[in-house]
T-cell receptor, first 113, second 112 residues
Framework: DAGVIQSPRHEVTEMGQEVTLRCKPISGHDYLFWYRQTMMRGLELLIYFNNNVPIDDSGMPEDRFSAKMPNASFSTLKIQPSEPRDSAVYFC???????????FGPGTRLLVL | KNQVEQSPQSLIILEGKNCTLQCNYTVSPFSNLRWYKQDTGRGPVSLTIMTFSENTKSNGRYTATLDADTKQSSLHITASQLSDSASYICVVSEGGSYIPTFGRGTSLIVHP
């Protein structure tokens, strides 16, 4: 397996624009997680899915953020409209169970100007 | 509020030396504690996972310990290598919800 795949790897956009981040989890993994990492706040869990269903989205910062998982092999994290404070590295991770090893993707580095 | 505190914030050691990183937490109820290694510009990679009943777990030159009574964990690196230079992140998950609380990490630099 190629591991968790994320795209794009880098994104530069202007404030107010819509940003869509994509993730393909490891085949067979039932859990998918979206994280955000900044220098100020470190790693934060935004939302996680089990069998394509959102289980906990309490970490989603505000209504500008939304995440979907239409099928077992694809998930998106959308920011609309984007703001400079959204600049961060966004990681997707997957696992068989929540308490098992999570495998992280390479991350998407987002810069909102 | 659940918290995970790591120390030291940064550490510089010479290649071949041992070192120990610390993690103290207040997460309750406790589910599990993980140590991750994150190389610059890459995603975290899991080193160890420990549940309440485990007090030691090894992964090669990495050995993690857990004292659930004092809510402390340590990660010991033996015979350090240049490739050990990275950030080491302690993560404690809450029982029931499995919601993780992340430490800010310890930045380790191994010099030749």
């Amino acid at each position: 397996d190629a591991g968790v795949i994320q795209s794009p790897r880098h994104e530069v956009t202007e404030m107010g624009q819509e940003v869509t981040l994509r993730c393909k989890p490891i085949s067979g993994h039932d859990y998918l997680f979206w994280y955000r990492q900044t220098m100020m706040r470190g790693l934060e869990l935004l939302i996680y899915f089990n069998n394509n269903v959102p289980i906990d989205d309490s970490g989603m910062p505000e209504d500008r953020f939304s995440a979907k998982m239409p099928n077992a092999s694809f998930s998106t994290l959308k920011i609309q409209p984007s703001e400079p404070r959204d600049s961060a590295v966004y990681f997707c991770a997957s696992s068989f169970y929540t308490w098992e090893t999570q495998y992280f993707g390479p991350g998407t580095r987002l810069l909102v100007l | 509020k659940n918290q995970v505190e790591q120390s030291p914030q940064s550490l510089i050691i010479l290649e071949g030396k041992n070192c120990t990183l610390q993690c103290n937490y207040t997460v309750s109820p406790f589910s599990n504690l993980r140590w991750y290694k994150q190389d610059t510009g890459r995603g975290p990679v899991s080193l160890t996972i420990m549940t309440f009943s485990e007090n030691t777990k090894s992964n090669g030159r990495y050995t993690a310990t857990l004292d659930a009574d004092t809510k402390q964990s340590s990660l010991h690196i033996t015979a350090s290598q240049l490739s050990d230079s990275a950030s080491y992140i302690c993560v404690v998950s809450e029982g029931g919800s499995y919601i993780p609380t992340f430490g800010r990490g310890t930045s380790l630099i191994v010099h030749p």
